[in-house]
């Protein structure tokens, strides 16, 4: 059963506008970009860092994660290969959650950020004190939540999963007869409800970039290049999600890139995903899904606002300065790792890593 509670209606409205304030970085010159590169290369050098960056990051980041020895990844990956490298500083590009991510995998070491100001949708749609009451109010119920949450949502969960094991975890639980409590994308949750059959309370957030797709527009543009596999992330509605050939996270739909037969993929992700879907397959085409149409507009047009804070200037600065530090509480770092911890280990019994498979085909 796929139950929505009058208690958990999420009002996004005022999170959508803060998204339409944001003020992207302005374009660089470029040779000030050369010299922002070079400097970076320097500075990660000298202050032992190594620098880990979000696929829906820009290019220039992506580039110089690469090109440093750092990683570009999902949230969680991001923060296990912090743990793993030997320097002593993360320096996280994405949105504030993944520092929070990196500083519960590695409270030992420093966590800083290029910008604090980046946020995600899904996580302030998802307050914790308000999340908290209402997992007391269901204590039937095992609580599992979604990678993109702050420190203090996961701390009061049972379960943190990321988008490729959470169908796994889910049927898992459910053949154990558990009842679900699931936060906060709606669509994600909607999705593995219709996969596993669970018994799911869904808190109802979503992310302001996959909310966009359209699947009328999708159709349209399907119909011109029927040759075209699509490539679905799960955050998306359910409409959209009906038309892939594919739903996946981020890392399986880069993967697809190379693992499908086809020359041209329309992908319903965040368009930032482009930078490493071109290096895997330079010779494929890609198409960003529609997030508008006739009498639609969007906001944030297929890339994250918050992302896009993520800029050469604020990351040199970073360096430069040792600002924008994350700061988790112990006691709630500790709590938080241990549901991340059992995501870990369901994933390790399975010997898939928590970047596992995608769905191909999915249920209509």
């Not at 995998?105 to 946020?119: D, I, R, S």
């Not at 709606?186 to 909310?211: E, N, P």
């Not at 930078?275 to 149409?293: C, E, L, S």
Request: charged fraction near 20%.
């Amino acid at each position: 059963m796929n139950t929505a509670h009058p208690s958990i209606i999420v009002d996004d409205s005022e999170i959508r506008q803060q998204a339409l304030a944001v003020q992207r970085p302005q374009p660089l010159t470029e040779e000030r970009r050369q010299q922002l590169i070079a400097r970076i290369k320097q500075l990660l050098k000298e202050k032992n860092a190594v620098l880990v960056a979000h696929y829906y990051t820009d290019d220039d980041l992506q580039m110089l994660a690469d090109e440093t020895g750092g990683c570009v990844s999902d949230s969680l990956e991001m923060a296990r290969f912090g743990h793993a490298h030997p320097a002593s500083t993360i320096v996280v590009a994405g949105v504030r959650f993944m520092g929070e991510t990196a500083k519960i995998l590695n409270p030992e070491k420093q966590v800083l950020m290029p910008t604090l100001e980046a946020e995600c949708s899904l996580d302030l749609s998802c307050p914790a004190d308000s999340f908290r009451a209402f997992c007391d109010e269901h204590p039937d119920r095992t609580v599992v939540v979604y990678a993109n949450t702050s420190a203090e949502v996961k701390a009061r969960a049972d379960w943190v999963v990321t988008s490729s094991i959470a169908t796994k975890i889910v049927r898992h639980l459910h053949e154990k007869g558990e009842k679900i409590l699931w936060a906060p994308d709606r669509y994600l949750g909607g999705y593995i409800q219709k996969v596993t059959g669970a018994d799911m309370l869904l808190w109802q957030g979503s992310c302001i970039v996959h909310d966009e797709f359209k699947a009328r527009e999708l159709i349209k543009l399907h119909s011109r290049y029927p040759d075209a596999a699509v490539l679905v992330h799960p955050e998306s509605p359910l409409d959209v999600i009906n038309q892939a050939d594919l739903v996946g996270s981020t890392t399986e739909i880069i993967r697809a890139a190379t693992s499908m037969k086809n020359e041209t993929f329309i992908v319903a992700t965040d368009r930032a995903i482009f930078y490493k879907m071109k290096q895997a397959a330079p010779d494929k085409h890609f198409i960003i899904a529609p997030t508008g149409g006739t009498g639609a507009s969007c906001g944030s047009c297929a890339h994250c606002p918050w992302m896009a804070l993520n800029s050469l200037e604020n990351l040199a600065h970073t360096l430069e300065q040792g600002v924008n530090e994350i700061q988790v509480d112990p006691g709630i770092g500790k709590q938080a790792m241990v549901s991340v911890k059992r995501m870990l280990d369901f994933a390790q019994s399975l010997k898939t890593p928590a970047t596992g498979e995608a769905n191909i085909a999915s249920p209509a």
